[in-house]
């Protein structure tokens, strides 16, 4: 599939900031399942944007605006194309602690996923998870799915209860929360039970809303937040799979990929420092459009902060 | 390769005879070098001569030159008592030639190996690959910098200034106990030291001939701009976290002898992945950052978020390879003990030479086998966290009860890899000053060394020592002191390298950093601010007991007003406000803590002010700035000024402070030199002054909200005005009548000889931007404040004042209409101006970028 995608941000500041500096990580990677074939970053006021890559190979901007202004929008925009891969992770027939001996040769490379960090913490609640779903001798593909599906019923999909600062155990008390805390507390369950797993950011094309002329059609699509999070598990035949707990499904072609890290400290789309303001207002919009598609009307755009 | 210790050991064998009763009392004294011992023999004759009187004078004159040189050791707090006067120590440690050529090859080799490690691990970690290293220390230590990886350094140089602690056992034998080759500190010590002993015994230096220590500060500049990337002039900084830092002493008095800037990271931007200095004449391109800044501060982008003491985006300068950062970030990891203690394996796989100083025996918890070594014979180990060095990450077994030591092997058990321990420390005990003779005392050494391809060890070593007899505390965070070190010159004294001249010109000198001047500016803002509300308030409150027959509150609306305008609120508040009791004004204008314009905010943001520029306020100037703040102080602490019998209370602040500000002036006007400082001082109170001249004056002349008329001849609100402003004594001499309001305008704003005249301020604005724009920003420029300064003062200077009086309504209420817009209009024009100064020479709005 191929997909159109308008990311905006925009930090509006109390009062306008005399100098700012941002990390923004807005661009897809590239990978075996998708390609980008276009990609750009628009950053007002203009300022020369600069890039790197980092640590996890994820693509880096980076902004410096030094003298005053009232607010900073980045606009990334990009064409991507994904497509299905067969399924890796079904053809794994092992057990968990079968799988835990065949990571041990890659034990230096996958050592990061297999730590705590900043977001990803093995706390009794998640401990208790792990007990219950990835027992050593639990079927290794089955019990992730297994996993994957009872956060999916168990918890609730609710915006606006958490931020990014939520850790896992605040959101196993609240039970609802975003796709990023879905994210953290999956990959906490599997490095408790010694699985790799690192944190995807990235879009989604969410199902389609009804067209209120009658039709079913719709195309251009906007979920509740087209910005989205979700995990890989490194699976002992050497791939990474990504899971998507929030929706209850694998990854697919309907998911595209922007940066891999530990967790959200490690790829957040947006970081920055700005001086002589004490407050501001952040609003994001995504939209991503399915390129076969007509054009339509865009969408109400979902203005929320980000999960 | 012959081994040094043994070399030593036979040079030893040879003497020792005859010297029996001090090589037994101190045990460093019988592992010493014969041209050691016998400097140390004739140094204890010569000190225990006189006896007890002679020993207790040099302790005392020393003790008193620390103070004097304010060598402190700050703890984290924010009250000066904090800054603590290190104990000080005259007899010094002596380290013949041979041990420091060893001691110099020793430590060369270890920075060798510690650069090597670094580059590699931040490459290709063929460390970590072959397991050499177990890669759990490393990707498990906070300190391991992933964002650093892939980094290219200049020459390849990580660990550009190292040191290390070293210990030396019974047996003589040298091992490192601590390598710091992050963010090193103690090198401003090590040379007070020397300082502090020369001026309190100069006789005992002439026992010995020893390595002078004074071009240390001018040899480590050398040898960090040597490492900037092609610039011919490079520039260099030393990156400070401030004040509150333990070892700000230490930074401000390094940069101070390599003459370059103490900056902090709010001082410097970075601009297409280049850094530079704010300064007031504009943005410097900045080469080398000697960062005294753990790493994990320097970008709070790249790093920790959590933080405001670094340079937003530095990372990408280093990425670029425009900016060195000294020592480079990642090293920080070097902290870790654990890797310190797989030293020795690290010099076989990257050099194939085994290390000629060890690391300190150290058992690592994370192993399974040393666990149990240690826990089994827990009270003879001392257990550390694998890489915190603050006090409370050091446990001594032995010291604790029975239920903190229960927690400790909890602890161990827990989380065994976050924790080291080593076998009591082997430290020697040198000849120390006691009350009325020498007693042994522990002591460690930390040297220091410049890294690089050749690495050099500068003949330059700090000695700790515990003043408590039989402990092993030297830690200066924990009481421990200091003493010199003497290493002695030998025949084959290697010479220091020849200077490395980079510049064949002098350079431009660095302009005055903006950081300071914003705050030297707004010193004279708020200095101005706190004398106009005083004076003021004080006006209103004796114009109204002078005249008690006048009780109307009408009648002193203008003054009322006035003093709302001049102090930030709207023209109405004293009027629709509770406070307008006299003692409650009184009270909430002067002590209220509350009130953000009071009188004690502003002072003590005057004195917050003056406290981050110590570096360019004199000594004088922050003792009356001091004094104006206790008096304050004082009084918010005693009975507040709102009750009946408030009102002498009052007037005597009121006297005080202006006095104290008076005082304030007249001390820097005599004490401060007429550099940029000064002018951004000057600049802070006229452009304050200039302002309030004009909102007062249009207040009490002519906007009466409520009233028809404007104000009249002899009216005693126009007498309020002059006394408001210091004036009446100059109106009087020049036009000997009662004020009239035409009168009173011209002299409050066109008389260039008063000095509170709103000409006379806008005048030496103009004057002090025209110093400090230099010659090469003139009027021409559009933007710059100074066009703007000198636009102002002609406009006021030639203002047709007669014509704008003239110029009233008709058939209103009379009012002049045109002067009270113009007033207006002056006053905003007067506040954007003090904008546009900042602007352009302190936030660097402009950016205009030196070349």
New interface residues.
Partial sequence: MRFHIEHTTEYRYSAPATESFSELRLRPRESLRQKVSRHYTRVQPAVLVESHTDYFGNYVETVSIPFRHPSLVVTSVCDVETKELPDVLDAVDLSVSEARQLYTPNRRVLHDFLRPSTFIQFTPGVLELAGEFLRPSDAFAPSLRALNEHLFRSLKYRPGVTDAGTTVEQFLIAREGVCQDFAHLMISVCRAAGIPARYISGYIETDPIPDPEGGTEGTALIGATASHAWLEVYSPNGYWVGLDPTNNCLEGERHVQIGVGRDYADVPPLKGIFQGSHAQTLSVQVRVTRHESTERPSPEAAETPRS | MTNPITELQTQRQGTGRGVASIDERFDELAVASPAAAAVYRDLTAELERSGGANLHKVSQQSQRLMRDLGVTFNLYREDAAAENILPFDPYPRILDRATWDFLARGLAQRVRVWNEFFRDLYDSQEV??SGIVP??IV??DPRYQ??A??LKVPEDVFVHVAAFDLARDRDGRWVVIEDYVGNTTGVTYALSARNVLSQAAPDLLEHADVEPVHSYATELLEHLRGFAHGSPEPRVVLLSPGVYNSAYYEHSSLARQMGIPLVRG?DL?????RCFLKTIGGLEPIDVIYRRLDESFID???FR?DS?LGV??LL?CV??GTVTVANAAGTGIGDNRALSTYLPKLSRFYTRESLLIPTVERRLCFDPDQRELVSSDLENHIVQHVSERSADSVWDPATLNPEKLAKLRERLEKDPARYVAEPRLPLTTLPTVGTDSLVPRHAGLRCFVFGGRKPRVFPLALTRYAPQPGSRTISSGLGGGIKDTWILRGPDSAAAPEARIIVASPQRRLRLGSRIADSLFWMGRYKARVENTTRILRVVQQVQLENPAQQRAQSWAALWEALARTTGHDTHFFKSSPLLRQQSVSQYLLLDRKNPASVINGVARLRENARVTRESVPPEVWAVINRLWQTLDGAAAGKPLNDDDALPRIQDLEQRILDDIDALSGCAAKNMLRDDAWHFWTLGRHVERAVNATLVTRQVLLKRADSAAPVASGDSNLDALLRMLACQYAYRSLYQSRPTPEHVVALVLQDAALPRSVLHCVESIRDSLERVSGPEVRRRDASSPLRTAAHLAGEVEFADLPALFESRSQGGNGKPLFLDAWLEDLAARLTRLAVEIS?HHL???A?NILR
């Fill in positions: 970590l690959k890669f759990e990707y498990d992933r964002n990886v892939g709010s931007i970075v601009l297409n992945s709070p982008v790249a978020s405001q937003p985006g990408t990425r670029k602007d936030y660097h709005q950016f």
